[in-house]
């Protein structure tokens, strides 16, 4: 994990608030279909509570998942984003011995 990278994908008032989202997705967003995977958000539910377009949540969707903050699974046309803990944990972890 690059916490330059981390830090950059946190910058973004929106992008942190999709994370936060991620972290409590039953809280957040409506029930998903059984095929999603456990944990996963869809990529339209997300559009959706930002009121964004598709391609900005795509960019944002993007690099979150670069800095590892966030994974996807596809299940047939469909594409989920999950809150990674163990990432956000490392991150928060190396960011304390920094300061």
């Not at 997300?46 to 966030?70: C, D, H, M, N």
């Not at 996807?72 to 991150?91: I, K, M």
Request: charged share 20%; aromatic share 8%.
């Amino acid at each position: 994990m690059d916490i330059n990278t981390v830090l950059s994908a946190l910058a973004n008032p929106v992008r942190l608030d999709i994370l936060s989202w991620l972290k409590e997705p039953e809280r957040h967003f409506p029930q998903q279909k059984d095929t999603a995977p456990a944990g996963g958000i869809c990529v339209s539910h997300i559009r959706e509570k930002t009121g964004l377009s598709q391609p900005t949540i795509s960019l944002y969707l993007s690099t979150l998942s670069r800095a590892g903050l966030v994974s996807s699974e596809r299940v047939g046309q469909w594409t989920y984003y999950r809150y990674e803990r163990d990432v956000v944990d490392a991150f928060l972890n190396e960011l304390s011995q920094r300061l």
